[in-house]
């Protein structure tokens, strides 16, 4: 049975600040849980439904075994108590955050997913993206694109919110996300710097360079204008109809990922 104490501790991970003092996310559903375990990560409690066990133990001896010391049997109606979706999926995973690039794969994961296949270097570069749904897509995209790294400003939303965790379908496992002073990433990074600007060039005309870090600006206000100044390569996806709404950032981020990738 599970606890008023389990579920009030699972809910404060929540916010922020609860996520950032006990160094743990949540994550939900099986797929995004199995990601994240092939991944490496470190669970911390796993309440799950009998179905999700038996599932669990036809697939791997040794998976079964890595994880049985975390699992907390949970019903239906227990999870939809635990759980910040309004369908629960079986599963829901207290994990450890990541420290990136020292992250240790468990004892499961001694073949973690490689890398992408030799690509040239793309990098995305988040400035104040707020939207925890178009955070979370824009990983997915990253992923899609064979893209393995993030770097947001500190003010972009948190990439460990439930709401983005769930939305990146488990490609957050695979990508790393990095917070630092965009800035001053951006300004010592001997790499072209590409950003979407209204003032850009045609991205289907405009010779793009090779490798890049691509820019993408906040929902309302677009790249705000000290790292705009770092920008080597303004590029413009055009409007084929005059008045349509302008592009969700992550529709932008697909468009522009899309094509650098079709021309390398």
Sequence with gaps: MISKNQIKFVKQLEMKKYRQREGLF??????IVGDLLAEGFEPQAIFATEEWMSNIASQSTSL?????????????????????????????????????????PSPVATHPSPPAPHLPRLELALDGIQDPGN???????????????????????????????????GSIARVHIVYTDLKQYLSEAHIPICGT????????????????????????NGISPAV???????????????????????IATAITCSEFRRRQ
């Design 228 to 250: 705009r100044q770092l920008v080597t390569h303004p590029l413009l996806i055009p409007q084929f109809r005059p008045g349509a709404e302008s592009l969700n950032v992550a």
């Design 64 to 104: 079964t075994s890595y994880v049985s010391p975390y699992v907390y049997p949970a019903s239906p109606d227990e999870l939809r108590k635990l759980s910040f979706l309004q369908h629960p999926q079986q599963v829901l995973s207290v994990f450890r955050l990541p420290s990136f690039f020292t992250l240790h």
């Design 197 to 220: 600007l209204l003032d850009g060039k045609d991205i289907y005309r405009q010779e793009l360079p090779r490798e890049a870090i691509i820019v993408m600006g906040n929902e309302g």
């Design 26 to 31: 949540v994550a939900e559903g099986p797929k």
């Design 135 to 169: 955070l979370g897509t824009i990983i997915r995209i990253a992923d899609w694109f064979g893209i393995r790294r993030i770097f947001c400003s500190e003010d972009t939303a948190d990439a460990w919110n439930p709401k983005v965790v769930q939305a990146t379908m």
